[in-house]
């Protein structure tokens, strides 16, 4: 679509000036250029401008597993309180929630309660200004799109991609088993104040239990007692009945960069960053905007900085 920096869009009178915050600029990209420019009902009703709070290195810091662009974020708002005229607004990844005093908000299934549990988390004065994703990361709800992803796949082939949702839906599953000992330890060194393993060849390693078994011999990890807690609540998250229902749930809990990594090394002939690009605009094409799910959280937003914006007003 071209580029957007600095890129304005016309307000509605009945909406006041929003700037949102975001982690980086992969996530500035989907929601403004994708997503955003796609939709008639969001564009011009919703964001005055969308900022990326890091470079891309800045995306993520090591310590604790935490997501050091969240915490930009954060500091953008904090610094934005007392402004005037303009309402600043924050979105950054649920693994922001990544932090010993919030990963029982990380681990809870239920979206009430999990809403609930991050208003209790967050600072007064940043209640309705900060949101958390439901899902792990942006990149997660670009594997939601079954159909997208499977014709991204069958577009750019490598290695006999799957030919069917469902097919594609146990794959990813199967995927995401591999995944899981990799979260089931950054839960666990969230949990006991360390900092993340570094597990030898993980990139490289595609069954489940190799992966295990990697990171419990890893320098200084968790033994396999150590993980079962953290499974049992990991796995409470895949529910449903068919296995696009399964994916759809699990896929809340699993790394979405690192499965558009391995998606991309083992099935696709484009890389991750081209595929993000490539489902972003297909899920934006099919949703005429952004999946459904992030369409009503910019909705809440919205809401949350007209009434931000009646309360500046008010003597």
């Known amino acids: 679509m071209g580029d957007m920096t600095g890129y304005r869009n016309p307000l509605q009178a009945a ?33 005055s401008a969308v900022e990326a709070a890091t470079d891309d290195r800045g995306e993520r810091s090591r310590s604790h597993g935490s997501a050091g662009g969240a915490k930009e974020v954060v500091k953008r708002l904090e610094a934005a309180l007392n402004d005037t005229g303009t309402i600043a607004m924050g979105l950054v990844d649920r693994d922001y929630l990544l932090q010993r005093d919030t990963l029982n908000a ?24 900060l949101w958390v994703l439901p899902r792990w990361e942006l990149e997660n709800y670009l594997l939601t799109g079954l159909e997208d992803l499977r014709q991204e796949l069958e577009d750019r082939p490598k290695r006999a991609p799957p030919k069917t949702v469902e097919e594609l839906a146990n794959r990813l599953l199967d995927l995401a088993q591999v995944n899981r000992p990799l979260v089931l330890a950054m839960l666990w060194c969230t949990g006991n104040g360390h900092d993340h393993i570094k597990v030898k060849g993980q990139d490289l390693i595609g069954d489940a239990s190799e992966m295990r078994a990697a990171v419990i011999a890893a320098p200084e990890a968790p033994s396999d007692d150590d993980l079962a807690p953290f499974e049992t609540r990991v796995a409470a998250f895949e529910t449903g009945g068919t296995v696009a229902e399964r994916w759809d749930t699990a896929s809340r809990l699993v790394d979405g960069k690192w499965m558009l990594k391995r998606i991309s090394r083992d099935w696709s002939s484009n890389k991750s960053a081209d595929l993000r690009r490539g489902l972003a605009s297909r899920a934006a094409e099919r949703n005429n905007g952004p999946p459904a799910e992030i369409a009503l959280l910019l909705d809440k937003m919205r809401r949350s900085a007209r009434e931000l914006a009646n309360q500046q007003g008010s003597p």
């Open 15 to 47: 909406d006041p000036e929003i700037t949102l915050h975001v982690e980086g600029p992969t996530d500035k990209q989907v929601i403004e250029d994708r997503w955003l420019a796609h939709s008639r009902a969001l564009r011009g009703r919703v964001f």
């Open 106 to 129: 990380m681990l809870e299934v239920d979206d009430a309660r999990f809403g609930a549990q991050v208003a209790a988390a967050l600072p007064k004065e940043l209640v309705e200004r």
